[in-house]
Every structure is written in structure tokens, then in C-alpha cells.
């Protein structure tokens, strides 16, 4: 069972990367996944949900609405975050982990499994 997250790097503000988490091992589909960050002597921080089909709704917090696009591919078993107009305090290492269910749902942001993986680092700075 595994996740492997790639596509971090060092960026300028403005810039966009995308993340993407290959998971194997399980059975894909049958989770909601969320991307997790987490920023140096910061807690962890919920970023972004998706369902298991990859359809309607998916959930962003706050800071990164209309910036962060969450995305999935059953298929090829990976997520993705396609990161636009990246900001200084987007900083973190970026981490994706499966939901304890198949839909996001209210309380999405603490419904992460312990199923995760080891990150990727994005780094945003001029």
C-alpha cells in the first residue's frame, strides 16, 4: 500500500505547479482523497477533497479557493492539485492521503486515514 507524491519544486511567486499522488496497492476508487500540507513549525492543514469519482463537490480551504484545482484519474489511480498563482505562504511539504470514505462530506478536513504518503516539497519564493 502505498502513495507517492511528485511535481514539488521551487517556484516564484505567481507561478503554477502540479502535484500529482500515484496510490497503489488498494483500490483507488473506493476512496475520497485529500491533499495535506504542512508548513515548517506549522500544523497540518487540509488543503483540497475529492470524492471517489472525481465529480462534484470538491472543497478547498479558504486560502487556496480559486487558485488550487483538485483533480483525479481512476484510471491511472493518481490525484492531482494543479497549483496556480502560487503565494509565499504556500510554502509546505504537500502530501496527499486517502478519506476514511468515498465522499468528502462536511467534516472533510479531519476525515483523513492514515493512509498517506511522504510528501512532496513546494517551495515559493522570489
Known amino acids: 500500500i502505498q502513495l507517492a507524491e511528485s511535481g514539488g519544486g521551487m517556484v516564484q511567486p505567481g507561478e503554477s505547479l502540479r502535484l500529482s499522488c500515484k496510490a497503489s496497492?488498494?483500490?483507488?476508487?473506493?476512496?475520497?482523497m485529500i491533499w495535506v500540507r504542512q508548513a515548517p513549525g506549522k500544523e497540518r492543514e487540509a488543503v483540497s477533497c475529492?470524492?471517489?469519482?472525481?465529480?462534484?463537490?470538491?472543497y478547498y480551504v479558504d486560502s487556496v479557493k480559486g487558485r488550487f484545482t483538485i483533480s483525479r484519474d481512476n484510471s491511472k489511480n493518481t490525484v492531482y492539485l494543479q497549483m496556480n498563482s502560487l503565494k509565499p505562504e504556500d510554502t509546505a511539504l504537500y502530501y496527499c492521503?486517502?478519506?476514511?470514505?468515498?465522499?468528502?462530506?462536511?467534516?472533510?478536513?479531519?476525515?483523513?486515514?492514515?493512509?498517506r504518503g511522504q510528501g512532496t516539497q513546494v517551495t515559493v519564493a522570489s
Open positions: 492521503a486517502a478519506a476514511r470514505t468515498t465522499h468528502c462530506g462536511p467534516s472533510w478536513e479531519v476525515n483523513q486515514s492514515n493512509l
Open positions: 496497492g488498494f483500490t483507488f476508487s473506493n476512496y475520497a
Open positions: 475529492i470524492g471517489w469519482s472525481g465529480g462534484s463537490p470538491t
